[in-house]
């Protein structure tokens, strides 16, 4: 079965040092992978997508993912981050013929000034 | 162009009561899910439709919980005899198809507590 971990429940960054959000995927065949961010009482939005190819993906307000099937991993980084970063970041897998979304538990990012 | 909406936000409710959610895609988009999010979970899918068919519900626990596409656009999920472990959001997302491709758009969700 597929699964996704996150092994941080929570991570604790200065305002404008680089971040780094870890995630590994547990899965037979090619994974197709997303990071989300949920701002508070908001809905998830997608952050960036890996369809097999380049392994390092650019998404949106500056983050970055790099695939390593070797590591089994999809580990999300951003150079420099803002307060507006303050956030829930999902992790997740779609496989099978259903194309289904399997999210990690999150990880909830706080930054301090 | 208008994202998902959902209604309620919020609701709360006494156990044994029933409860429904209403969901609104995005126009155009033939796939509907919804997910159930407990607090510091991730999201679980339900169930989810492509047009008015539903797709996939082996997770939606049928004794209570009933999920509906009438017309392959708005959808509503209804909880039966709501019990505190269904506390939870709600979430309702959209696509166009239903591929490896094919991007989810979430509404802001509903938060249910069942006192």
């Known amino acids: 079965a597929q699964s996704v971990t996150q092994p941080d429940a929570r991570v604790t960054v200065s305002e404008g040092a680089s971040l780094q959000l870890r995630c590994k995927y547990s899965y037979f065949g090619t994974p197709y992978l997303f990071w989300y961010v949920q701002y508070p009482r908001q809905g998830l939005q997608l952050l960036l997508k890996?369809?097999?190819?380049?392994?390092v993906v650019q998404g949106v307000n500056g983050f970055e993912a790099e695939f390593s099937k070797s590591n089994s991993s999809f580990h999300l980084r951003k150079a420099s981050v803002h307060w507006s970063d303050w956030a829930v970041y999902f992790c997740?897998?779609?496989?099978?013929?259903?194309?289904?979304?399997?999210f990690g538990k999150g990880t909830l990012l706080t930054v301090t000034p | 162009e208008a994202g998902v909406t959902q209604s309620p936000r919020y609701a709360v409710l006494q156990e044994g009561q029933a409860v429904s959610f209403w969901c609104d895609p995005i126009?155009?988009?033939?796939?509907l899910y919804w997910y159930q999010q407990p607090r510091d979970q991730g999201p679980q899918l339900l169930v989810y439709f492509r047009d008015e068919a539903v797709i996939d519900n082996s997770q939606l626990p049928s004794d209570r919980f009933s999920a509906v596409r009438p017309k392959g656009t708005n959808s509503t999920l209804k909880i039966q005899s709501a019990k505190q472990g269904d506390t939870a959001t709600y979430l309702c997302?959209?696509?166009?198809?239903?591929?490896?491709?094919?991007?989810?758009?979430f509404g802001p969700g509903t938060r249910l507590t069942v006192l």
């Open positions: 126009s155009g988009h033939d796939t």
């Open positions: 997302a959209s696509s166009f198809c239903g591929g490896y491709y094919a991007e989810q758009f």
């Open positions: 890996y369809y097999p190819g380049d392994p």
């Open positions: 997740a897998v779609k496989r099978g013929s259903n194309y289904k979304l399997t």
